[in-house]
């Protein structure tokens, strides 16, 4: 019998676009820990109380504004208690201001959308080490084949829709070399992972951290860069300033939606300059609105991001 969940409603008296506010959390389509199911969202996760499943339901009659959650297993109670951060209820979107008018334009496209905080460092730390390097596409697979066979059922109703959760932190530390090399993950990427999780609790600590701290911290672990340390903060610490810097693409579409012309990192901090403190928002406003630059002839198997930034 499965045991009955707690409930929580979530009510901002906004819109609520659970889609957009969650979908970094989502890693591929194949993602054994999200699942839509009509107008369902459900997703699985390992907090530090346990793993959790969590289901999300937005009501349509109250025009979408509405959120009713269900957690099950143990980690149920801390995530709820998290609910309203994990929607984007601490995001200061009330001090954005847009300098450039497309900017101004993609604000107005998703004026509801906002920046969540998951609180789970390592929920996010694992996928961006293995998006090192690799395209979407790859990493994609390895986190997918590595859930599914070192992952867990997830709890409640959510196993019967074939949701897992990820490994806990013991359970990424026991995953022998030659798994990780069947997932198609190199001996560098899963040598952070294992880096990582020798210190798993403190990095956790990010989560309640000053973010200048945190950074300092997450940065701390040979092979972890700015661009994976951007990837963490974004979701799992809900910074809005997180640009990810060292991305093959970020910088080349921001400055040709901008000014007509791709730049490089170093042109991409002069022109977010304005905008310190949500340079991560203009990131995502730009790539959510479909902008870039324009892609001629058949698409290459390029890295999500550069080689050298890691």
Not at 63 to 89: E, H, I, M, N
């Amino acid at each position: 019998m499965t045991a009955q969940p707690l409930t929580a409603d979530y009510a901002p008296g906004r819109r609520v676009p659970l889609r957009a506010i969650l979908g970094g959390l989502r890693h591929g389509g194949g993602d054994p820990t999200w699942r839509q199911a009509g107008d369902h969202l459900w997703r699985a996760a390992v907090t530090p109380e346990g793993p959790v499943s969590l289901r999300l339901h937005l009501e349509p009659a109250t025009g979408g504004d509405r959120v009713v959650a269900q957690a099950y297993g143990p980690g149920a109670d801390w995530t709820l208690q998290r609910l309203p951060a994990l929607l984007g209820d601490h995001d200061p979107i009330h001090e954005f201001v847009a300098h450039h008018k497309v900017v101004a334009e993609c604000l107005a496209r998703q004026p509801d959308w906002r920046l969540g905080r998951s609180g789970l460092v390592i929920d996010s730390l694992v996928p961006a080490i293995l998006e090192q390097r690799v395209t979407g596409r790859q990493a994609f697979a390895a986190y997918r084949t590595l859930v599914w066979r070192f992952g867990a059922p997830a709890p409640g109703q959510a196993a019967e829709l074939g949701l897992r959760t990820p490994p806990d932190v013991a359970g990424w530390a026991r995953i022998p070399s030659w798994e990780w090399l069947r997932a198609g993950v190199d001996a560098q990427r899963a040598d952070t992972v294992m880096r990582a999780m020798a210190v798993a609790p403190r990095l956790q600590e990010c989560a309640e951290l000053p973010r200048e701290q945190a950074w300092r911290r997450l940065r701390a672990i040979p092979g972890i860069g700015v661009w994976t340390a951007a990837e963490v903060a974004q979701r799992a610490l809900g910074d809005a300033d997180a640009v990810s810097y060292g991305d093959y693409h970020v910088a080349k579409n921001i400055g040709y939606v901008l000014t007509g012309a791709e730049v490089d990192d170093h042109g991409l901090a002069k022109l977010l300059e304005p905008y310190a403190g949500h340079r991560y928002r203009v990131q995502y406003l730009i790539a959510a609105s479909g902008l870039g630059r324009p892609r001629h002839g058949s698409r290459l198997s390029l890295p999500t991001h550069l080689p050298t930034r890691f």
